[in-house]
């Protein structure tokens, strides 16, 4: 069974950081690439930041220079730093798993609020 549990959101200021976490298990966690998507309320999931098998990054350009996404392959995790937070950033995040001939596999979110 395929599990991505979020967790290390809540409240912080904003120019605050948050650090998520994104535990995997159940698949190739090393062969996967990893995204972090969020959806603001009234919004549409965007894409955040993702980071290939080969740990290669991208990101949004809303985020660029602010959030770093990295993963340990020994733990079966993946992070999203988040610095100099802004109240638009706030949103229920995901992360999401996929991999070839697999469709992606999500958890279940957890909540940043970014306060002014």
């Known amino acids: 069974q395929v599990q991505l549990v979020e967790s290390g959101g809540g409240l912080v200021q904003a120019v605050g950081s948050l650090r998520l976490s994104c535990a995997a298990s159940g698949i190739r966690f090393r062969f996967n690439i990893i995204g972090w998507f969020r959806q603001a309320p009234g919004k549409q999931r965007e894409l955040v930041a993702t980071?290939?098998?080969?740990?290669?990054?991208d990101y949004a350009d809303s985020v660029k220079g602010r959030f770093t996404i990295s993963r340990d392959n020994a733990k079966n995790t993946v992070y999203l730093q988040m610095n100099s937070l802004k109240p638009e950033d706030t949103a229920v995040y995901y992360c999401?798993?996929?991999?070839?001939?697999?469709?992606?596999?999500w958890g279940q979110g957890t909540q940043v609020t970014v306060s002014s």
């Open positions: 980071v290939t098998s080969g740990g290669m990054t």
């Open positions: 999401a798993a996929n991999s070839i001939a697999s469709p992606w596999y």
